[in-house]
């Protein structure tokens, strides 16, 4: 069953710039709500390949998997034997009203996650090398491949859906233009004048934002990547 949580669909469908070849898969769907579709071009190779799956930005409120082009070249890679996926993910904006999720950035964040699992189990059917899968992405997908690539393994090993139990962890990540603290305690320490991210965690306010956001932990912290980069470099 497909959960309809977007209140909203986008005006018209969107489609791929001329520059961008046909998917071998497209519009496959890897979770329970309306936007967890994902298109996946398959690489031409007699050993699995590696995997770049791309994470469009918007700000988590806007935004399709089809803006590939304003990201990556696809072509490149797939010349050279690397597969490529492009995924779409829960949208957090005001109009979304039946978004029952807390904080609302998590919606995206863990859909990206759940892609990353649904990829890794296609490994076989899909000649992926599980072992090379990596992420890139603009802004808002910048920001949730560098989460991905800090976070802790979400994998769920006792989970009842097969899916879960694959890695989330990533290989490398390259980020264009990313939020690498979703904290506005952090942000404002490092640009005084930043009034950024609080739709992301539903705050009326970027003031209501930064009062809510201290003492930690809180959200703000759980999804900024920084939080996880600091404690990884820590327990070297």
């Given at each position: 069953?497909?959960?309809?949580?977007?209140?909203?669909?986008?005006?018209?469908?969107?489609?791929?710039?001329?520059?961008?070849?046909?998917?071998?898969?497209?519009?496959?769907?890897?979770?329970?709500?309306?936007r967890n579709v994902l298109?996946f071009w398959k690489a031409?190779?007699?050993?699995?390949?590696?995997?770049?799956?791309?994470?469009?930005?918007?700000?988590?409120?806007?935004?399709?998997?089809?803006?590939?082009?304003?990201?990556?070249?696809?072509?490149?890679?797939?010349?050279?034997?690397?597969?490529?996926?492009?995924?779409?993910?829960?949208?957090?904006?005001?109009?979304?009203?039946?978004?029952?999720?807390?904080?609302?950035?998590?919606?995206?964040?863990?859909?990206?996650?759940?892609?990353?699992?649904?990829?890794?189990?296609?490994?076989?059917?899909?000649?992926?090398?599980?072992?090379?899968?990596?992420?890139?992405?603009?802004?808002?997908?910048?920001?949730?491949?560098?989460?991905?690539?800090?976070?802790?393994?979400?994998?769920?090993?006792?989970?009842?859906?097969?899916?879960?139990?694959?890695?989330?962890?990533?290989?490398?990540?390259?980020?264009?233009?990313?939020?690498?603290?979703?904290?506005?305690?952090?942000?404002?320490?490092?640009?005084?004048?930043?009034?950024?991210?609080?739709?992301?965690?539903?705050?009326?306010?970027?003031?209501?934002?930064?009062?809510?956001?201290?003492?930690?932990?809180?959200?703000?912290?759980?999804?900024?990547?920084?939080?996880?980069?600091?404690?990884?470099?820590?327990?070297?």
């Amino acid at each position: 069953m497909v959960q309809a949580e977007q209140s909203t669909s986008d005006p018209k469908p969107a489609t791929y710039h001329e520059s961008i070849p046909t998917p071998t898969f497209q519009n496959i769907r890897y979770g329970e709500y309306e936007r967890n579709v994902l298109d996946f071009w398959k690489a031409e190779s007699e050993q699995p390949t590696p995997l770049v799956i791309v994470i469009h930005g918007g700000g988590w409120c806007v935004g399709s998997k089809e803006k590939l082009h304003e990201i990556i070249d696809p072509k490149p890679l797939l010349k050279n034997g690397i597969s490529v996926a492009a995924i779409n993910y829960r949208l957090i904006g005001w109009k979304m009203k039946d978004l029952k999720v807390t904080p609302r950035v998590k919606a995206p964040m863990h859909d990206a996650a759940l892609a990353v699992q649904f990829l890794r189990s296609k490994a076989e059917e899909w000649n992926i090398n599980k072992e090379l899968v990596a992420a890139t992405g603009a802004s808002a997908g910048a920001c949730t491949s560098l989460w991905l690539a800090y976070h802790d393994d979400l994998a769920d090993p006792l989970n009842d859906n097969p899916v879960k139990h694959e890695s989330t962890r990533l290989f490398c990540v390259a980020a264009k233009g990313a939020q690498t603290t979703l904290d506005p305690v952090q942000a404002r320490e490092w640009i005084p004048n930043n009034k950024y991210g609080s739709i992301a965690f539903g705050a009326k306010g970027f003031y209501q934002f930064l009062m809510e956001a201290r003492p930690p932990p809180s959200p703000c912290t759980t999804y900024s990547a920084w939080t996880f980069r600091q404690r990884s470099r820590r327990c070297r």
